[in-house]
């Protein structure tokens, strides 16, 4: 019987080798022995609402209105952002709406 590596994410036993990659059918992980792999290494990026890749000075489209917490300003659908800048998280952006500092999800967000 042969011994296969845990897997990395879950932990879990049941991985198999597909011929390219281990694959963990329990967390659907999939990864490779090779520790300079790419793929592993790579950070998340932040991605807009149909994956399209988002860079600091991007102009960002807002695709639905949002109610701002702690405030009774609504950012209406449509509304153009100008200058986002990243953030240490891949699912949030930094930017200014009326002169306002506003954290917006990227899920809410359309490039151009």
Do not use: W
Not at 34 to 46: L, M, T
Not at 83 to 94: F, K, S
């Amino acid at each position: 019987m042969t011994d296969y590596p845990k897997c990395p994410q879950c932990l879990g036993n049941n991985t198999y080798f597909d011929g390219s990659a281990y694959i963990c059918p329990d967390c659907f992980h999939e990864f490779h022995l090779d520790e300079s792999d790419p793929i592993q290494d790579e950070e998340p990026r932040a991605k807009d609402c149909n994956g399209a890749e988002l860079a600091d000075g991007d102009v960002v489209t807002v695709i639905k209105d949002l109610k701002v917490r702690g405030s009774s300003l609504v950012i209406k659908q449509g509304t153009k952002v100008k200058g986002i800048r990243l953030t240490d998280n891949p699912e949030e952006v930094d930017c200014r709406i009326d002169g306002s500092a506003i954290v917006l999800k990227t899920c809410f967000l359309r490039k151009g």
